[in-house]
Structures are given as C-alpha cells and as structure tokens.
T-cell receptor, first 109, second 114 residues
C-alpha cells in the first residue's frame, strides 16, 4: 500500500485563485514529508519539507504546507496562483519510498 | 557543481536489446536512487544505494541491475529491454538517508522500447 495519497490527479484554478493540493499520509509513515514540483520535461525539485520542527512549513515560490497529525494530512497551498505554477506536484515521504501519484496543476488566465 | 547528470536524454531500443542509463553526481552524496515515472503512477523506486559497494532493491526492481563502484556514479542496466520498460527514468541523490535530507533529481532519460 502506498504510504502517501494525493487526492485529485488534476486540479485547475484561475490565475490569482487559491491553490490547494491534497496529500494524506499513512499513520505508519514517519512524520517527515516533502513536496516536490516537476515542470514540463524537467526533473523534480524540492518545494518544501516537513521535518517536525514546525507544523506550518514555508517553501519556495510562495507555497506552504501544514502538517496536521489529527488529519494525517500535509496539504500544499498558495494564496494566489500564477501562470508559472502550472506543473506536476508530488508529495513524498522521506527516504527509500515511492512518491505519490502526482497532481497536475493547470492555471487558467 | 553540475548536480545530478543523466545520459542519454532520450533512447529508443528494440525488444531484447540491452543498455545502460548513466547517472553521476558531483555533490559527494552517499545516497543515490533510480525511479521510473509512468503516467498516473507517480514515481516508483527501482533500486537504491546508500554508499559505494552497497545497493538494494526498491519497489519495482525486476528487469534492472545496478552497481555502485564509486560514490559519484550509479548506472542502471537493462539486460533485455521489454516494451513494459518504456518510461521516463530519474536518478536522484541525497547526502545521506535521513528524514531531513532533500533528494536532488537529474533531468531524466526518456526510454522507448519497441
């Protein structure tokens, strides 16, 4: 069974709208979680990571994620979408683990 | 630093052919790994290595071999390619396998097996 689950393979928002990408983790997963972004025809790069220091994690490009143990969630948010945010986003546990299936974000003008 | 490099960028093989996907990093990272990315299936771990001379299997190791003779290089070998191995392959590395460690990814190799 996969240790993280991303809800929604495709998310579409208008430019300037809130971005919410969902990730839930298995309770058996150690609480260290990452969000990566993949732009077209490129490798993955780190957006942000949770390593238990603080439940609200701020990343690059205005993204942030909140670790909620009670909900076993680590959802990624951005207050205002930009066209350049269009990409595929992956939630991943640490270490030798398989990533989530990914969520493709489309931003409409 | 060049980071994580992968060659080739694109390759077409016929069923039964063999080839090696190259991966190198110049960050002195101990941990290296190979993933394959298929539509709707995210990234799946093929093999990984926690240091020179040490390799282990990931989630989908069948049909692939790896070796780690140096810290820098981690080649992935397909001994007899099959159409099911058509995919995009990513190599990644991190300093160590620890919860706070970020993985750095190469640009990927697109493989088509006919």
């Amino acid at each position: 069974a996969q240790s993280v689950t991303q809800l929604g393979s495709h998310v579409s928002v208008s430019e300037g709208a809130l971005v919410l990408l969902r990730c839930n983790y298995s309770s058996s997963v150690p609480p260290y979680l990452f969000w990566y972004v993949q732009y077209p025809n490129q490798g993955l790069q780190l957006l942000l990571k949770y390593t238990s220091a603080a439940t609200l994690v701020k990343g690059i490009n205005g993204f942030e994620a909140e670790f909620k143990k009670s909900e076993t969630s680590f959802h990624l948010t951005k207050p205002s979408a930009h066209m350049s945010d269009a990409a595929e986003y992956f939630c991943a546990p640490w270490g030798k683990s398989t990533f989530g299936d990914g969520t493709t974000l489309t931003v409409k003008p | 630093n060049a980071g994580v490099t992968q060659t080739p960028k694109f390759q077409v093989l016929k069923t039964g052919q063999s080839m090696t996907l190259q991966c190198a990093q110049d960050m002195n990272h101990e941990y290296m790994s190979w993933y394959r990315q298929d539509p709707g299936m995210g990234l799946r771990l093929i093999h990984y290595s926690v240091g020179a001379g040490i390799t282990d299997q990931g989630e989908v190791p069948n049909g692939y071999n790896v070796s780690r003779s140096t810290t820098e290089d981690f080649p992935l070998r397909l001994l007899s390619a099959a159409p099911s191995q058509t995919s995009v392959y990513f190599c990644a590395s991190s300093y160590v396998v620890a919860p706070q460690e970020t993985q750095y990814f190469g640009p990927g190799t697109r493989l088509l097996v006919l």
